[in-house]
């Protein structure tokens, strides 16, 4: 028997496997592709493109699959071969495959349902913290009947194709040959996965058809195995040296002499002495600002962050920086760039890093990071205890004092009153407190407790929405009648926006968040209609404060209204950005580089060559965070680095025992 004999052999073996894998991801396709047509507006000669590219990337996942099958009967003796014990296991090999196609299908329909996309990161991290997500997806859908309907199906479809399935087994090559083939098709799959290109799907003409033209299977793994990725290895880079001097020319300010002459630290002088107020900042879970009233929606969702808008500072053409809510969290608490790959939050050697938190611990604030969920998740607990916060979840919190969970958290009325009794506590031992809360209620299974609005528990998301505005609405009554009230400003702002999906990447409408600063008697009522984004909030909350400090910041101040255009950040995880001058620079891995202007690629012929070479440097700079956001001394005239155990004995107290504190 020759090898292509023995090749032929056994792809008559796998063929049903792989026309099963092949069909399915053609079903799957085609099913996403209808529940989006609403949004992908394609010209009559673009409908086939994701289908074809997308099948490309098909047989680029099932290579490795065939090899992975044909280990069975790599080993399996020609004696064997078609007898009971061989039909036996390719059947059941079938009937999983037919399954885990099923569990494909209709995972894929939910996750782009929450996401608009094929499985790609966001999905590794659920399967990282499987009890969250788990949870989350029993409260959220009828799973064990699912379960039960998939395995039904996928047995009796095994069992009507069991003809058809084990026809070519008999046909059995040598062991040799087997073995040369499994070697062939082996060196093929690994070939192909290496030199397909990640951007291959740019050719879409825009970004549904780019997510449809890939490949659910091969995003997920490959996402996997590329949570950070090395900026100078894929993203356009320039010398170390330029990246940094374009870097400091392009956040130089009069007023804010830089204190050396290789980095961003400079002095924030302001007049007078820094304004001892609290601070409670909320970082609501998916609040997009097409959701509120005040942003023109007429749902009537959320009248108390209308009132709120309407009686604060209201910063109307806020950005998040990315799509997931450690995004958020890094861009407020690190004011910088969202850079390539994974949330720094995400990262090692995330602790001791400069952080809005730093300036408040080094004025003798109380620094509390508060979250309803356990904080495991993402890495958000060991990020804040890392640098300096003290930590109040759900596993921290006196099960008295929770009225109503689900998966995600605590219901985000407890979680304020929590937040309101740590006040207490800092109040009672004459302490200032800053508390970065981050709530959780407007998140799938959107359910809530019975009785709080008029629309009932699970009310999808305007219900969730709606309650969670209404628990904002609690937060600023109850703390209205403590003494510190007067005293405390609050600010909320968006993690991220609910979907980032549109016919374009990067779209900066989609990105559109609420933000508002609000303290009666001490806010002017105001809009500040600046582009900007996250990473503006920590200098401009400081500023309101008059603080003085030392500063690694990447942000700007937007109250300081006579400063020239600043730069804006976007990102989604590979592809990152820089909004300035009109136009959206983008980055991409194989040091690609598109700008856009009004929604339109630039022309070769009319990029702005100054401002991609700003991308590149703040980009490139920014990817040194390690280096460039390493806590600094905050208070004005200290210079030494502030190492981990000169942090102050209460700062350790509240990381590990916040509940106890005096």
């Keep these: 028997m020759s090898f292509l004999q023995a090749a032929a052999a056994m792809f008559r073996r796998l063929r049903p496997y792989i026309l099963l894998f092949l069909l399915a991801q053609f079903f799957i396709r085609a099913g996403l592709t209808f529940i989006s047509m609403k949004d992908l507006s394609l010209a009559p000669q673009d409908w086939l493109l994701p ?6 990337f098909d ?50 329909l939910l996750f782009w349902d929450e996401f608009t996309a094929r499985f790609n990161f966001i999905a590794v991290d659920y399967l990282v913290y499987t009890q969250e997500v788990l949870q989350n997806i029993v409260e959220s859908y009828p799973v064990y009947p699912l379960l039960a309907a998939m395995a039904a199906a996928a047995i009796g479809f095994a069992w009507i194709m069991r003809r058809r399935v084990t026809a070519g087994f008999a046909d059995h090559p040598p062991f040799a040959k087997r073995l040369g083939v499994v070697a062939a098709v082996a060196a093929v799959a690994t070939a192909l996965v290496a030199a397909t290109p990640r951007n291959t799907t740019d050719v879409m003409p825009n970004a549904i058809a780019r997510e449809l033209g890939g490949n659910g299977v091969y995003g997920l793994v490959g996402a996997f195995f590329s949570n950070e990725i090395d900026f100078a290895s894929f993203y356009r880079t320039m010398p170390e040296e330029n990246a940094a001097a374009l870097t400091r020319k392009l956040f130089a300010e009069d007023a804010e002499p830089y204190e050396n002459a290789s980095d961003l630290t400079r002095v924030i002088q302001a007049d007078g002495p820094m304004l001892r107020k609290n601070v409670i900042l909320v970082t609501m879970e998916s609040m997009s600002a097409e959701f509120m009233g005040a942003f023109g929606n007429t749902r009537g969702l959320t009248p108390n962050l209308d009132r709120l808008a309407a009686q604060g500072l209201s910063f109307s053409e806020m950005r998040a920086t990315g799509t997931r809510t450690v995004r958020g969290l890094e861009a407020i608490a690190l004011s910088i760039p969202p850079t390539p790959g994974q949330s720094i939050l995400r990262r090692p050697g995330s602790d001791n890093l400069f952080t809005i938190g730093s300036v408040f611990e080094d004025a003798g604030y109380d620094t509390r990071f508060m979250y309803g969920g356990y904080g495991y998740f993402d890495n958000m607990n060991a990020f804040f205890s890392g640098n300096g916060f003290g930590i ?8 008295a004092n929770i009225h109503f969970a689900n998966a995600w958290g605590v219901s985000d009325e407890d979680l304020y009153d929590e937040v309101i009794r740590q006040g207490d506590a800092s109040a009672a031992a004459n302490r200032n407190f800053f508390s970065f809360v981050m709530n959780t ?24 929405i709606k309650y969670s505005d209404y628990a904002i609405g609690q937060l600023v009554k109850k703390a209205a009648d403590k003494p510190w009230f007067k005293d405390t400003v609050f600010v909320f702002i968006a993690d991220h926006t609910a979907s980032v999906a549109g016919k374009i990447e990067l779209d900066m409408a989609k990105y559109h968040i609420p933000c508002i600063v ?19 909030l920590a200098p401009t909350l400081l500023d309101i404060l008059h603080a003085s400090y030392r500063s ?16 804006v950040y976007v990102s989604n995880y590979e592809k990152v950005a820089m909004v300035l001058g009109g136009r959206t620079t983008i980055l991409e891995p194989r040091k690609m580089v598109v700008q856009m202007k009004a929604g339109e690629a630039v022309a070769e012929s009319d990029l702005d060559q100054a401002i991609i070479d700003d991308t590149v440097a ?16 905050t208070r004005v005239g200290e210079v030494s680095f502030l190492a981990d155990d000169a942090i102050s004995g209460r700062a350790n107290c509240l990381r590990h025992s916040p509940n106890s504190c005096q």
């Excluded at 709080?452 to 699970?458: F, H, K, L, Q």
């Excluded at 109250?559 to 600043?566: N, T």
């Design 51 to 56: 289908f074809l590219t997308g099948f490309c």
């Design 59 to 108: 047989i680029v996942t099932v290579l490795p699959i065939v090899a992975i099958l044909l280990i069975f009967p790599l080993f399996l003796p020609v004696s064997l071969a078609g007898k009971r014990l061989d039909r036996m296991v390719g059947m059941v090999a079938f009937g999983v495959l037919a399954f885990l196609m099923a569990f494909q299908a209709i995972g894929e």
């Design 392 to 399: 109040v979840d759900r596993a921290s919190m006196d099960s």
């Design 441 to 464: 209620s407007n998140h799938r299974p959107f359910t809530y407790p019975d009785g709080a609005i008029d629309i009932p528990s699970p009310g999808g998301r305007d219900g969730a």
């Design 518 to 536: 609000w303290a009666p008697g001490f806010i002017e009522p105001g809009k500040i209609e600046r582009l900007a984004s996250q990473i503006d």
């Design 552 to 567: 690694r910041f990447f942000g700007d101040d937007l109250v300081v209204i006579d400063e020239p255009q600043r730069p």
């Design 618 to 633: 703040v980009y490139q700079y920014a990817s040194r965070w390690r280096d460039v956001s390493q806590r600094i001394p």
